[in-house]
Nanobody, 122 residues
């Protein structure tokens, strides 16, 4: 059974940086396309970006690509979301997810973490 566990969330101030981690167990990270999503209160789940299997590409949505980046360390079975210059509108629960196919739709992901809360104060 594949399990994903996110960590690194918390309360930060506008302009701060935060790095989220997602550890995969029960399977090899290199098998999956890994995605990051977020869900703000009262809103739907929003795709942030994804990182392909080793040798593939990384993608972050245009609106976030100047502040957010995604990386992976296969030896640690861990994927990271680096967030810089955080804004109050970045407040959300952040999720990592694993997929055999990838894409921007949550329906395309097979396994999900429990989420980690990020709150950005103004």
């Amino acid at each position: 059974q594949v399990q994903l566990v996110e960590s690194g969330g918390g309360l930060v101030q506008t302009g701060d940086s935060l790095s989220l981690s997602c550890v995969v167990s029960g399977g090899s990270l290199s098998t999956y396309v890994m995605g990051w999503f977020r869900q703000a209160p009262g809103k739907g789940r929003e795709f942030i970006g994804s990182i392909s299997r080793p040798g593939g590409s990384t993608y972050v949505v245009h609106s976030l690509e100047d502040r957010f980046s995604i990386s992976r360390v296969n030896a640690k079975n861990t994927v990271y979301l680096q967030m810089n210059s955080l804004k109050p509108e970045d407040t959300a629960v952040y999720y990592c997810a694993a997929s055999s196919r990838g894409g921007s739709s949550p329906q395309g992901y097979d396994y999900w973490g429990q989420g980690t809360h990020v709150t950005v104060s103004s």
